[in-house]
């Protein structure tokens, strides 16, 4: 697993945002446009092959556990900085701190995945598009069909759960509204 996430980050995503539209129609031959969907699908697979052995079952429970430390080490804090040596609020903060700066990243990483995916397939459809003329009809249409035949790529937290732009503030949510919950309903 690991060699495919450096296949993904060093093969195949600088390759998302190096299509850029309008000038990208001279840029780009057929062979590169082929090659480009190509890729996409490769990326694809790998994402799938990713979200079938960890999105599934461990990302899930990886992102619960992070997401109780980050609460629980929050209400401790703050519940309980009279009764707690100088130490375990260190210790409690620190531990917050650190669930809270692990989950937020990946989180915007997964879902950029997402943003990317839908930002590639669009400035290629743009490049297809260009290719209407007479005498590239059948280029358009091969192209038109291999373009609408890739999905979007999107990483699975559990069965499903697609890690989006609003997944993670809703995550980011979910979190603060933990911490409030607790210092309202438990009474110290």
């Known amino acids: 697993m690991v060699i495919n996430v450096f296949i993904l980050n060093v093969l ?9 539209w309008p000038n990208s129609e001279f840029l780009l031959p057929e ?3 082929e090659r480009s969907i190509l890729h996409y699908r490769a990326v694809y697979i790998i994402i799938q092959m990713f979200n079938q052995a960890i999105g599934k079952l461990f ?3 990886f992102k619960l556990l ?3 430390a980050f609460i629980i080490g929050v209400f401790a804090v703050i519940r309980l900085r009279s009764q707690l040596d100088l130490l375990s609020i260190a210790v409690l903060s620190s531990g917050a701190i650190l669930a809270f700066a692990f989950v937020v990243p990946i989180a915007f990483i997964m879902s950029a995945l997402f943003t990317t995916s839908n930002q590639f397939k669009r400035n290629l459809n743009s490049i297809v598009q260009g290719l209407g003329g007479l005498q590239d009809v059948r280029k358009y249409k091969y192209f038109h069909g291999q ?3 890739c999905a979007l790529i999107r990483c699975t937290v559990g069965n499903l759960y697609h890690m989006e732009a609003m997944a993670k503030l809703t995550m980011i949510d979910r979190s603060v509204n933990g911490v409030v919950f607790l210092l309202v309903k438990v009474k110290a």
Do not use: C, G, M, Q
């Open 66 to 68: 992070l997401i109780l």
């Open 59 to 61: 990302i899930p429970y």
């Open 31 to 33: 062979s590169k446009l």
């Open 12 to 20: 195949f995503i600088p390759t998302f945002p190096s299509i850029d």
């Open 147 to 149: 373009l609408n035949a």
